[in-house]
């Protein structure tokens, strides 16, 4: 029947178009994808060096990496992450962690927290998290420099009752209105420190692990 013919030739054009749309979205994620990849690695690449700035290294902080598994209580990852490992000479001088706060007020805040092998705080940054707009966001360094109170500090720096805000008897500021945000970065920082100084063999030396 002619209905039935023009049903069936109406289907196969439309499968002809599907399948060409499909070849032709896959060779333009073929041909973009590295530079997608390209820009990534930049934008990693600027957020690392933030931390650990070009004239403290001579690796590519992009690429000398190590997973850390998701099941570590410290760092409260819920999945496996990337470090990096700092290096001078071929001698590794400071590490980046994964660290995720999940006491936030709007949820899990995750950073980047720098170790310097004596066990320092080099700097941290806020990677991603979902606090209150003129708030808790103030621990992105885009909204405030807090962040960067945390740079020189260590566990005895100050010692285990400062970290936490004023208002509890700590050494780092509150925000107006906000406490919980502050507090759980300043929680977690401390833990990426205390994990360091755990792992500081496996961490400062020169071959890569998987932690």
Known sequence: MKWLASIGLSGAVLALFAALTSVAI?????GT???IDL???RAEARQLLEIFPSNTHDND????TFEI???IPLLALRETRRGYRVRQGGEVVGVILPATARDGYSGDIKALVGVRKDGSVAGVRVVAHKETPGLGDKVDLRKSDWILKFTDRSLRDPQPGGWTVRKEGGDFDQFTGATVTPRAVIIAT???LEYAELHSNH???TTTNIL
Do not use: I, M, N, P
């Not at 902080?61 to 000398?64: A, C, H, I, P």
């Open 69 to 71: 598994a998701a099941d």
């Open 39 to 41: 820009q990534v690695k």
């Open 26 to 30: 896959g060779w333009t994620y073929l």
């Open 203 to 205: 961490l400062f030396e």
């Open 190 to 192: 401390r833990r990426a």
């Open 33 to 35: 994808k590295e530079q």
């Open 61 to 64: 902080l992009v690429e000398d």
